[in-house]
């Protein structure tokens, strides 16, 4: 069977459905603070860039294209500077979600 790279990464995030922070609202607890950690972040601090870079390497090593960021507006500026940002992302695709009242990119996953 063959497995394309996005089957690969959406088989990945898959696995870690019921991952949770511990206790709720915490960005704290054994998952999120591993992930935190693989990009150099402490815990407590926002997880989701860095979710998507654990999901990412696991999936494909280095040829995971996306820089090793805990950061949204890194994801942001990365997408930004390669002309990859698209108004309707598919399957597959890393979505970003543009707060006004910051002026950047603050949340992050999977679509």
Do not use: Q
Not at 7 to 31: H, I, W
Not at 88 to 101: K, M, Q, S, T, W
């Amino acid at each position: 069977m063959n497995v394309s790279a996005v089957d690969l990464v959406l088989r990945v995030a898959a696995a870690t459905v019921g991952a949770c922070e511990s206790p709720a609202a915490s960005n704290a607890g054994p998952y999120v603070e591993r992930v935190l950690a693989g990009v150099g972040l402490a815990k407590g601090l926002p997880w989701c860039a860095a979710f998507v870079y654990d999901v990412g390497a696991k999936a494909l090593g280095k040829a995971w294209p996306l820089p090793k960021t805990g950061g949204c507006a890194v994801l942001g500026d990365f997408g930004r500077t390669k002309g990859i940002l698209r108004d309707a992302p598919a399957v597959g695709d890393v979505f970003l979600i543009y707060h006004p009242e910051l002026s950047r990119f603050a949340h992050t996953g999977f679509i």
